[in-house]
Each structure stands twice: as structure tokens, then as C-alpha cells.
């Protein structure tokens, strides 16, 4: 993971011309393996994934991540961008990531499930805050 991330950084700083189609290419594989990882992900978990849909696992997730962007939102309380950034911040987890641990050490689809479901929540719950906090365009005068 230190590799990319270093490589990302030097490409940054650099002034050729090829740099931004570099990035243009990375930012569309990162969203297509996502995307991917998601939705086979979910059909290969399909049964399991709807047998949590009558537990408390899904709620009590989404209370965590509640509590979880409250806190933050107080903690960054200085000026309002801190505390968006907070709020929003603390609450993407890194789901692919935990995703490669359990899918190498655990064998219970139910690990891999409830991090699938996390991440839907996380994406569900983060894109309705973000929509939220985001800073209202002021209204064309005269229009």
C-alpha cells in the first residue's frame, strides 16, 4: 500500500504533461475495482448477505457510524470546514482493505458480509452528509 501511495505523491510533483492522464487512468481503475469488488462481493454473499437483513447487525452499525460522525463532528469543532471534514473523515472506513484481511484470514462469509454491508452504509449514510454540509451556491440576483 506504500509503494502506490509513494509513487502518487512523486507523480504529484512533477510537471510533465503525461501526469494528468496518469491520474485520469488510476482514478478510473480505482472506481471500476470498486465497483467490481462491490458487486462480486454481494452476489457471491447473496444468501448470507440477506440473512442479516432480520438481525440487529445492520442497525447497530449504523448507530456506531452515528455516534461515530457525532463525535468527530464535536471533536472538530474550531471552524465548520474542521468539523465536515471530521465528521465525514472518521466515518470512511477503510472497508476494501478490511476486506483483504478477512478474505486471507477468516473463513466466514458472515466477516465478509458484514463488511460489505458497512460499506453500503458507509456509502448510503457519507453521500447524504456530504450532500448536506456542502456549502449552498449563492441565489443568482434577479433571476
Do not use: E
Not at 500500500?1 to 510533483?13: D, E, Q, R
Not at 465497483?35 to 438481525?55: D, E
Not at 457525532?70 to 473523515?89: K, S
Request: positive net charge; glycine residues 8%; hydrophobic residues 60%.
Amino acid at each position: 500500500m506504500l509503494i502506490p501511495l509513494a509513487a502518487g505523491f512523486a507523480l504529484a510533483h512533477l510537471n510533465y504533461a503525461w501526469v494528468p492522464g496518469v491520474r485520469s487512468a488510476a482514478k478510473m481503475v480505482s472506481s471500476v475495482s470498486t465497483v467490481l469488488l462491490v458487486v462480486l462481493m454481494v452476489a457471491l454473499n447473496f444468501k448470507t448477505l440477506v440473512g442479516t437483513l432480520g438481525s440487529f447487525a445492520v442497525g447497530t452499525y449504523l448507530l456506531y457510524l452515528l455516534i461515530i460522525i457525532g463525535a468527530a463532528y464535536l471533536i472538530g469543532a474550531v471552524d465548520t470546514p474542521t468539523q465536515n471534514v471530521f465528521a465525514l473523515g472518521s466515518a470512511g472506513r477503510n472497508v476494501p482493505a478490511c476486506l483483504i484481511v478477512a478474505g486471507a484470514s477468516m473463513s466466514d462469509p458472515a466477516v465478509t458480509v458484514m463488511l460489505i454491508v458497512a460499506f453500503v452504509l458507509n456509502l448510503v449514510v457519507l453521500l447524504g452528509l456530504a450532500r448536506a454540509m456542502r456549502p449552498k451556491a449563492p441565489a443568482a440576483a434577479g433571476l
